[in-house]
Structure formats: structure tokens, C-alpha cells
């Protein structure tokens, strides 16, 4: 009877001990292994299950050589030695090489959509010179008809009247010569 006394007393006071959740450490399982997970911190206890390389769990207290850990399933002791703060290199290299394809279709996606934009850039810069080209046309054309293109219908005007007059003077001549002495009665 007092070996479970002092192993209640020994879990209370484990449980006084524990870090409160939002404090827990994370730790990751390292190397290639699979480990039991027990009741409590021996190997007389019973085994719930395991745990793998790479898998991630909190660590909720630590006592010689046994570390209590909490996973998925709940929580578990398993042997001291096997945890590492940083997850094991095969987890890392896995996490990089998903970033470096990802990063990789993001490179594709930006390359091709840099070729479209260079395309549409010279095509709008083909059809901007053509427009430059087009508007200082029609400024010509603009000042020509203002401006320019007066002139031609005033010399015709002039031209009009002085022909106009010339020949109302000849007429207005000849007239006078043919005139003849009649008698009037």
C-alpha cells in the first residue's frame, strides 16, 4: 500500500509541476526510431501506442529518465534522449523541398506572366507610335484647314471680282460705241 501512496504522491506532485499549456515545449521524435508510449515513467507500465521519427509532441514534464509528452492520442511517457527542439532533418528537407517546388511553380507562373506583359508592352508600344504618328497627322491636316487652306478661297474671291469688274468695264464700252442716233418720237 505505500509504494501506490508514494506513487500518487509522486503524480501529484508531477501534476503541481506541470506547465500550463500555452507554455508547453515542443519537441519533435529524432532519428529513425519508434518508440512505446506508456502509462506512466517505467517500463513496468503499459504501452498506448508509439511514436515515430519526426512525429511532434509537448512536452508536459520530465523526471529521471522518463519525459511525460502529450501527442494526438493524449498523453504518454516515453524514454529520455529521444527528443530534439528542432524537427529532424528529414522533416526539414521534406518542408524544403515542398517550398523549393512550390517556389519553383511560382517562378514558372511569373516567368510566363512576364512574357505576356513584355508582349502586351510592345504591342501597346507599337500601336502608341502609329497613334503619334495618326495625331500629328491630323494636327496637320487641322492647321491646313484653319489656317492654311483660307487662302485659296480668297484669291478666288479676288480673282472673281476683278474679272467680274474687268468685264463690266468692256461691256459698259462696247456699249457706248454702238450707240446710234435715232429718232425718237
Not at 519533435?28 to 517505467?42: A, F, M, S, Y
Not at 492647321?143 to 468692256?170: D, H, N
Request: hydrophobic share 40%; aromatic share 4%; proline share 3%.
Amino acid at each position: 500500500m505505500s509504494r501506490r501512496l508514494a506513487l500518487l504522491l509522486g503524480g501529484f506532485i508531477g501534476l503541481l509541476g506541470l506547465p500550463a499549456e500555452s507554455h508547453a515545449e515542443r519537441a519533435w521524435i529524432k532519428d529513425e526510431v519508434h518508440l512505446n508510449k506508456r502509462t506512466g515513467p517505467g517500463t513496468k507500465y503499459r504501452i498506448l501506442g508509439a511514436v515515430k521519427t519526426g512525429d511532434a509532441v509537448e512536452v508536459l514534464s520530465r523526471t529521471e529518465g522518463w519525459t511525460q509528452v502529450r501527442d494526438g492520442d493524449g498523453e504518454a511517457w516515453i524514454p529520455v534522449g529521444f527528443l530534439q527542439s528542432e524537427p529532424p532533418a528529414r522533416i526539414q528537407l521534406e518542408r524544403h523541398v515542398a517550398e523549393s517546388t512550390k517556389m519553383r511553380a511560382d517562378h514558372s507562373e511569373l516567368t510566363t506572366e512576364v512574357e505576356k506583359l513584355r508582349q502586351t508592352n510592345a504591342e501597346l508600344a507599337e500601336r502608341s507610335s502609329s497613334l503619334d504618328e495618326l495625331a500629328k497627322k491630323l494636327e496637320r491636316e487641322n492647321f491646313e484647314l484653319r489656317a492654311g487652306a483660307r487662302w485659296p478661297e480668297w484669291i478666288a474671291g479676288a480673282s472673281i471680282l476683278i474679272v467680274g469688274g474687268i468685264l463690266g468695264m468692256i461691256v459698259h464700252a462696247s456699249g457706248a460705241r454702238r450707240q446710234t442716233r435715232r429718232i425718237r418720237l
